[in-house]
């Protein structure tokens, strides 16, 4: 996943003894496995939480648009201001995606380390399974398509403030006539 084993390894477990089986080790095993357990719902939350905020921002984007569409009229001299705080929201949004995919790309590079302490390795071998991201027709990351929506929406607004940007005031100060 990226991130070097041994470091992450090290990190990660306290010493054992490596002498003891898994059976003669079951409180070291339970405890393991309970935060195993923790530390995939604090997974899940992150996602949960990578939803809301791209919910936040498809609907801010949506707003935002409707409310150009509303105003175009009246309002057309500041449209380009609109704009602009239009793609500089999805330039954040793009951001917080990027930020969010690193981070689990280090929780499961994690949770892939527990598991080789335990019985079963149900995500290593579901990343197996799903081709590790790289066959498209098998599997294709969330954060691809994830990526396009803030992409979609800037280029909405970029053409807001292309459109409502006052040119002549540009053409009066660099066109000496």
Not at 56 to 85: E, P, R
């Amino acid at each position: 996943m990226g991130v070097p084993d041994d470091s992450l390894s090290k990190k990660l477990f306290n010493e054992q003894p490596e002498k003891q089986s898994y059976p003669a080790n079951e409180k070291a095993q339970a405890h393991l496995l309970e935060q195993y357990k923790l530390y995939v719902e604090m997974m899940d939350r992150g996602s949960g939480r990578r939803l809301t905020a791209n919910t936040y921002f498809l609907s801010v984007n949506t707003a935002l648009l409707g409310f150009v569409t509303y105003i175009a009229k009246d309002a057309a001299g500041y449209l380009w201001i609109l704009g602009l705080a239009g793609m500089a929201l999805c330039w954040l949004w793009h951001c917080i995606i990027e930020s969010h995919k690193n981070l689990n790309t280090a929780k499961f590079a994690v949770i892939h380390l527990i598991e080789r302490r335990l019985p079963m390795n149900p995500y290593a071998a579901e990343w197996a399974a799903a081709g590790e991201g790289k066959d498209s027709s098998r599997y294709l990351p969330f954060t691809h398509i994830e990526t396009g929506v803030p992409l979609i929406f800037g280029a909405l607004h970029a053409i807001v403030f292309v459109r409502a940007l006052p040119w002549e005031i540009f053409r009066r100060w660099f066109c000496v006539g």
